[in-house]
């Protein structure tokens, strides 16, 4: 065998292993055991014909695709906005831009546990409120706040991810650009969008992919602080899978839902490259 091929296999081999044994065999196990009906045993659709009738699923699917149109646009603004604050010319920028990374480091779980006990009625975000003449909000605890309390909880920390690769983007943006268009006038807006938008469009669209697939994959704040509810206002669709497979004990309709996931993914993920190829991504 050539030596490149050895080298090749020895340094990728481990993480194609990782992604045969993690990601593909998961998936494939996830297909099959979907289309096998948990009572005769036979091959079939009645899986999905079961799940995409029941009004618990349908709900949490509405939830979900709520959540990312609201999720999405604001995480990925946030972090654009950060990435051009932190990437000025600013004292102690580093600093800065290691207080914004810094939640990334703290896993979803504790992050939830710490905004719960924050978010509680008597907790400091009330008591701050308070302070400051404003009545107490009942956050998680109310369905009409809680889902915008997991998407602030969602949101502080992961912004602060998103900002890093577009900051990397942002300083790999040649500044003979600024420099030739500045000579023909241009404000600071008409920088930004004539410089940094289209060069920054290889980043933004990783950024906006990538978060996508994150933000449907919500699991752990939901779980910890609301179980989908109150009113299954929060009921996202990895909540609902959860739900399926280990509290009704239907491992079945589970993996029906787990393949629709992947679907709905694999489609809003398809129709986001296409709809930045044809505005200059290629």
């Excluded at 196990?29 to 009906?37: C, P, T, Y």
């Amino acid at each position: 065998m050539n030596q490149k091929w050895v080298q090749l296999f020895i340094f990728l081999g481990p993480a194609l292993l990782c992604v045969a044994v993690l990601r593909l065999w998961p998936a494939v196990l996830a297909i099959h055991e979907s289309l096998v009906d948990p009572i005769s045993g036979k091959y079939g659709l009645s899986n999905y014909l079961y799940i995409l009738t029941d009004p618990e699923f349908i709900a949490s699917l509405k939830v979900t695709l709520l959540f990312s149109i609201i999720v999405n646009p604001l995480q990925i603004a946030i972090a654009l906005a950060l990435a051009l604050l932190t990437n000025a010319a600013l004292p102690l920028i580093g600093l800065w831009r290691t207080l914004i990374l810094l939640p990334v480091a703290i896993p979803q779980s504790v992050s939830a546990v710490v905004w719960g006990v924050g978010l509680r009625p008597d907790g400091p975000v009330n008591g701050l409120l308070n302070a400051l003449g404003i009545a107490s909000q009942p956050f998680v605890t109310s369905p009409d706040q809680a889902l915008a309390s997991i998407i602030l909880i969602v949101s502080w920390v992961g912004v602060g991810y998103w900002m890093t690769f577009l900051v990397a983007g942002l300083q790999d943006i040649p500044q003979a650009l600024y420099d030739a268009i500045e000579i023909d006038g241009a404000n600071a807006w008409q920088k930004f969008r004539y410089v940094t938008l289209p060069q920054l469009r290889r980043p933004l669209t990783f950024v906006l992919v990538a978060n996508t697939v994150a933000n449907f994959l919500v699991f752990a704040p939901v779980q910890i602080l609301t179980k989908g509810g109150p009113q299954d206002s929060t009921n996202l669709i990895m909540e609902e899978i959860y739900t399926q497979a280990f509290s009704f004990g239907d491992p079945s309709s589970a993996y029906a839902s787990t393949v629709i996931l992947m679907i709905l993914v694999i489609a809003i993920v398809g129709l986001q490259f296409k709809l930045m190829q044809k505005g200059g991504v290629r």
